[in-house]
């Protein structure tokens, strides 16, 4: 628990990896195959949705939840353009615009800290530091970046605007768990719990 | 209209709304699934199988902090409703359903019971019974609450379409179908002044009539869901809740609007909300309620769930129906409006969820349901998520017009006698923060404006004196900056120099000029933004600015945040919560290396009364130690109280405080004068002649200390340890004018042309009356006075049996007194034990030495014989709804008691005595209290005051913070310098943070045992011993190391 007063004392800094160079205009597929098995699921999706109210934030959404790190990959919004008929352009505006795409790798848990305010007047901040602290990115500054994955892709922390469990606050999830009134402690030991589990 | 009948769905739904045998439902919302109610209900489940209980799912009842919620149903009785309901208890419940004797048992338990209820479509009754358990709206929380959009929440199964019909869902669509014309329905709308409750509150049968007269091939119908809001959680549980009551209110709206299409936009963040409308959908359409020919008439209509992906912006409605097209959410200006051109350039109608959710009842039971309740301006109801600093968080429904105080104090039962409400924050970003002392105004929309706030969608969120004003509006700023879409400048631009201000003044970089362009922005953005997200987002700026702009003063001019949240602004928060600002880090970490001398040291430069403080202070310190959340605070105070001891044992401090002499600022040839020479005068003489200046004290009796002299018993301050350390001033040279009193022996006028600076520190010394008949019989004495003439040996022997009235210190210290000079002492107070303001520590000493307690008793009269007090009658009280300062408020019972008493002390608070200043023109507040700059302590041209006499009865470590700040606004004035950081010393000491802690207590000092303080005034706490003193020290947890750490003085 100690380890939380310390700006610096929790292990080594972890930055992100930058993705490696890709090249420009073609889609970074690690081969056919996978392209194809991505192009079936988005036609499967675009079939689905099609006239829909919303269909292309709905094709994002799930084709997002299918991915196994939950995220877009530039080859998917490539694809998405191409089997939709939409400007890749408007494909790539759209999944910036909202919190909910994710454009880099997400880790394998996921912990939520929800900065509602209701989460904030109750300590929130100190929340998002401690899991950050844990992680090893201390100076991570929440109006800088969405998100944080380590290099391990283990653990993505990231922030909510509200989760709607005001009642209550201070709210974290990790996964589909929702933690309510969580305190440092307790937050420390389900990240150890979690990293017991995957012998990290 | 066919065949088509209700009928069947009503009678299944019926069977389990009110089962014909034992049946138990829990409370399945997103918030009790976050408290455990999905183990509690498989727990259940298993606890029931072979038996004939039923065990069901229902929506959330809005006590969302209280969840999982049961309720348990036997036929002809009221249902019981049990509060934090967990897996284990799950035995218990079943067995009390099939076990009478068990039941009537666990009925004591019960939160509450419910014997009927209102549907508003219909009423039930459910029994009779159980008269000891009260019913749920007597239970504060609800008390005052109304029902009417929540009406099925938490009672009906959110999944069955029968259960919501057995209620009288859909006869309001029935009706409209079957018996009304579209523009009747409209009619209907408008007569029932129903009003948006997305927070603007456009009058919805106005907004419906503009939509019906677009004729068009397609007209789309919309529900915002994406209560982006954060804050707010209403829409969300009534979804959850209640899913068919939104559909039944679009199906009718679409209806009277001849709308041929309906979009439900939900935030992806609530997938419990969208699975459970999904399902309504469906159950809706295969019953015929949905789809071609609904209900057999020629009306046809299909409805789609469009799941948003998190964007704030969205809750705009131009910007909503970008994103429903399946682009990014950019708002475009309007004209023209989506009931010209919306959806797909359709005429489309959006409105809130709440909004809709009020419809059917309005249709069903006519106009009348909605407006007899609320105001005349604002009819209805709103719900509201009522979060934060406050004991009871949850959804509360009230008629709108009810006041902010009957929220947060009544249905919130305020936030505990520890803590003090500072403000409610409505209507998330784009609303505003509403202080205290406004909480009269009524909620309606549009005494919400008045104040510069607004409903919004109905978050309110409740800040204490833990919360930084200054914080809350950078944190909506940093919202509104990242969610604002970038379209327009003012918003765009506008918000991110907004920010930037702020974040300057929360880190001590901003200067006073920077309020000024803070504000201009603010104002520009209300002009000039192209949507509601930016016309709005200066609300929190304005609203903090207007009531907190003295917090604001203070993080810029002092680099001071007194909530301790901006962490740029101190140094740890213990030295943050202390009012003399010492650094406490500093002498803990320097005793922990054996530097005893240097921790001496550090500690006399910040207080240069650390023996007598360390015995007396009420420790602001520890009330925000983080050690607490481990296992108890870091006694600091009682630490610089062993430094300073042993330093004297050893005659070590005439050292320092030769140092203290050798290093005093070169004569400035300034004056001052002090009048007072208690804590607070002190203090600033120490600070003002270690400047150089000459500073003399005048005070009206024969020594210093003031009430650490005159009010503080013996045995908890010895006086030669005061002496000891009133020697410093001597030493510093700071002159004493002793029986010398302001008004009698003293002229205001002429100190002030003599001097030139004069500083109040009179004190709040008269004693409160109590008002009551007999106050002036002989027996009957002012508390404060009496400590007073106790102290000076003017006394007398007191009464064989005492009777101390009132509850704070004054009162305790009366009562040990009492006590040690051999009377049987009593002590009578208004409220509880656990509501009494007098410290715990010195409570339980009193109790220990057998002192007797009587609680919830006022006095009502004094009666004598012979000129004497004899007895006094007490009316008996009991605790009623919580008031202001967060403690129930005592009400009077039929009942009253008398005790017979040769003495009274009545000790119910003291006031400052400013009448002598009444025509001084210096600036008093009602109740005396003088009332300087807060910063600078300035009341006119060269006259200061400090202490008690501007704060009222307050601790000397207030009364000594003050003086400090002061005395560098004085040197700062006179001298135009500031010196006052070089009266402080850097010391260097370890910088590393503790290893893993161990869990350890507070160490506590040893005390002499009760018995052998009888008849004598022996000091009780005998101090820490070195070891103690060290292990003490070495539980600091270290706060203070950090890079943005700023140490207190510099």
Redesign the interface.
């Known amino acids: 628990m100690q380890k939380s007063v310390s700006s610096g004392s929790a292990g080594p800094k972890a930055r992100k990896t930058p993705n490696p160079k890709k090249k420009a205009g073609k889609p970074e597929s690690a081969n056919a195959e996978s392209t194809s098995k991505l192009a079936a699921v988005i036609k499967a999706l675009a079939a689905e949705q099609e006239g829909k109210p919303g269909a292309l934030l709905s094709i994002l959404e799930k084709l997002q939840d299918q991915d196994q790190f939950r995220h877009l990959s530039e080859e998917a919004l490539r694809l998405v353009a191409e089997i939709t008929g939409e400007a890749l352009s408007r494909v790539y505006s759209v999944a910036t615009f909202y919190s909910y795409f994710n454009l880099k790798p997400q880790g394998k848990h996921t912990i939520t800290v929800c900065r509602g305010t209701a989460c904030h007047t109750r300590g929130s901040l100190a929340l998002l530091q401690e899991a950050m602290n844990q992680l090893g990115e201390p100076d991570f500054r929440e109006d800088e970046e969405p998100s944080f994955t380590t290099s391990d892709k283990l653990f993505t922390v990231r922030t909510v605007a509200c989760f709607g469990q005001c009642a209550l606050a201070p709210v974290v999830a990790v996964d589909e768990t929702i933690y309510s009134s969580i305190s440092t402690t307790r937050l420390c030991s389900v990240i150890n719990a979690i990293r017991k589990e995957e012998k990290v | 209209m066919s065949d088509f009948s209700l009928q069947k769905y009503a009678t299944r739904g019926l069977k389990t709304l009110k089962p014909s045998g034992p049946a138990i439902s829990v409370g399945y919302g ?2 009790g ?3 455990g109610a999905d183990e509690l209900f498989a727990a259940l489940q298993k606890a029931a199988s072979g038996s004939k209980i039923l065990v069901k799912k229902a929506g959330c009842f809005g006590f ?2 209280e969840e999982p919620l049961v309720m348990l149903y036997l036929p002809k009785k009221p249902i019981l409703l049990f509060s934090k309901a967990k897996a284990s208890m799950a035995a218990k419940f079943i067995k009390a359903l099939e076990d009478e004797k068990a039941l009537d048992k666990l009925a004591k338990t019960a939160l509450g019971k419910i014997s009927r209820w209102n549907f508003r479509t219909s009423e039930l009754v459910f029994g009779e019974g159980w008269d000891a358990v009260r019913e749920w709206n007597e239970i504060p929380f609800f008390k005052g609450q109304e029902k009417f959009v929540l009406r099925n929440c938490g009672l009906i199964d959110p999944e069955s379409l029968d259960e919501y019909v057995s209620v009288g869902g859909y006869t309001g669509l029935y009706r409209a179908l079957s018996a009304m014309k579209p523009e009747a329905v409209i009619d209907e709308v408008k007569a029932s002044n129903l009003r948006g409750r997305g927070g603007a509150g456009f009058p919805t049968g106005i907004k419906w009539k503009l939509m019906a007269q677009n004729k068009a091939a397609e007209k789309y119908v919309i529900c915002n869901a994406d ?7 209403m829409n ?1 549980n009534e979804i959850e809740s209640d899913p068919h009551m939104l559909l039944e209110g679009m199906l009718i709206g679409a209806y009277g609007m001849g709308a041929t299409h309906a ?1 439900v ?1 939900v935030r ?3 997938p419990l909300a969208i699975k459970r409308l999904q399902k309504a959908i469906d159950d809706a359409r295969k019953a015929g309620i949905l789809g071609k020919n609904i209900m057999g008439s020629s009306f046809n209509m299909d409805m ?1 769930i ?7 912006v969205c809750g705009e409605e131009t910007a909503l129906i970008a ?8 708002p475009i200006p309007r004209p023209p409006f989506p009931a010209q051109k919306g ?1 797909r350039g359709m005429p489309t109608n959006i409105n809130n969820v709440e909004t809709w959710c009020n419809v059917p009842v309005i249709i069903a039971k006519g106009p009348d349901s909605l407006r007899s309740i609320g105001t005349e301006k604002s009819s209805g109801t709103k719900v509201f ?5 406050v004991r009871n ?3 509360v429904e009230m008629p709108l017009g009810t006041s902010l105080s009957e929220i947060v104090y009544g249905m919130g039962e305020g936030a505990g006698a520890k803590k003090k409400i500072r403000a409610v ?1 409505t209507g ?1 970003p784009s609303g505003g923060c509403i202080p205290a002392d406004s909480f009269k105004a009524k909620v309606d929309y549009e005494s919400l404006a008045e104040l510069g706030a607004i409903m919004g969608s109905g ?1 309110m ?3 204490d004196q833990d ?1 930084c004003m200054v914080d ?1 509006a950078r ?2 700023v ?2 509104t900056a ?2 604002s ?1 970038g379209k327009c400048t003012p918003c765009r631009e506008g918000l991110s120099q907004m920010l930037r201000i702020l974040n300057n003044i929360s880190t001590g970089k901003a200067e006073l000029k920077d309020l000024d362009e803070l504000e201009r922005l603010a104002w520009t953005l209300k002009d000039a933004a192209l949507c509601g997200l930016g016309l709005t987002a200066s609300n929190p700026v304005l609203t903090t600015l207007q009531y907190f702009r003295e917090e604001y003063e203070k993080h810029i001019i002092q680099k001071r945040c007194e909530a301790g949240v901006c962490e740029d602004l101190f140094e740890a928060l213990c030295e943050n919560s202390c009012p003399l600002h010492m650094n406490i880090p500093s002498y803990l970490a320097l005793l922990g290396e054996g530097r005893l001398e240097d921790a001496f040291e550090s500690t006399v430069r910040d207080n240069p009364l650390p023996g007598s403080m360390g015995r007396i202070c009420h420790f602001h310190c520890q009330m925000r130690c983080r050690r607490e ?2 296992d108890e605070p870091v006694s600091q105070g009682e630490i610089h109280r062993y430094l300073a001891d042993t330093m004297y044992k050893m005659g070590r401090e005439q050292a320092i405080w030769k140092t203290l002499v050798q290093e005093k600022k070169k004569a400035t040839e300034r004056k001052i004068a002090i009048i007072g020479a208690g804590p607070a005068g002190l203090a600033a003489a120490f600070y003002l002649v270690r400047l150089g200046h000459d500073v003399t004290i005048y005070e009206g009796h024969a020594e210093a200390g003031g009430i650490l002299r005159y009010g503080i018993p013996a045995y908890r301050l010895p006086k030669d340890v005061l002496d000891k350390e009133l020697q410093l001033w001597d030493t510093l040279g700071v002159k004493f004018v002793f029986n010398k009193r302001l008004g009698k022996d003293l002229q205001l006028k002429n100190l002030q042309s003599s001097f030139d600076a004069v500083l109040l520190a009179i004190g709040a010394q008269g004693d409160r009356k109590l008002g009551i008949p007999g106050e002036d019989l002989a027996g009957v004495h002012p508390g404060y006075e009496w400590l007073e003439a106790y102290a000076l040996g003017k006394a007398g022997k007191p009464g064989k049996r005492a009777l101390v009235i009132g509850g704070g210190n004054v009162a305790i210290d009366a009562a040990r007194t009492l006590q040690r000079l051999d009377s049987e002492v009593t002590v009578a107070y208004r409220r509880t034990r656990s509501d009494m303001p007098a410290n715990e520590h010195e409570l339980q000493g009193a109790e220990e030495e057998g002192i007797r307690f009587e609680y919830m008793l006022q006095p009502e009269k004094i009666n004598g014989k012979d000129g004497r007090v004899v007895s006094v009658e007490f009316r008996v009280m009991k605790a009623g709804g919580m008031d202001t300062s967060g403690r129930p408020r005592p009400v009077a019972t039929e009942r009253s008691v008398v005790i017979p008493c040769d003495e009274v002390i009545a000790a119910v608070g003291e006031v400052v005595e400013s009448a002598q200043f009444a025509k001084s023109g210096i600036p008093i507040a009602k109740d005396g209290r003088l009332q300087p700059n807060p910063i600078t302590g300035k009341l006119l041209d060269n006259l200061y005051a400090i202490g008690d006499a501007v704060t009222g009865p307050a601790t000397a470590a207030e009364a000594m913070g003050l003086a400090k700040q002061c005395a560098r606004a004085i040197d700062s004035e006179l001298m135009n310098r500031d010196a006052f950081a070089t009266l402080f010393r850097e010391f260097a000491y370890d910088m590393t ?5 161990k869990t350890a207590r507070q160490c506590r000092s040893r005390q002499v045992p009760p018995g052998q303080r009888q008849a004598n005034f022996q000091e009780i706490a005998l101090g820490y011993s070195g070891d103690q003193a060290r292990q003490e020290a070495a539980r600091c ?3 203070d ?3 943005n750490a700023r140490s207190p003085w510099r």
């Open positions: 997103t918030c699934i976050g408290n969302c902090a209560e982006g809001d954060p804050g707010a959680y969300r979009i936009y992806a963040e609530y789609q469009v799941s948003g992906a998190g964007a704030f994103s429903a097209e399946g682009k990014a959410g950019r959806y998520s009522l979060v934060g600093k968080t949850g959804l924050q998330g978050g969120v409740v800040m919360n809350v944190y909506f940093s919202f990242a969610e879409c959340t481990m943070i503790p290893e893993e802690p947890l270290r706060c190391i950090r890079n």
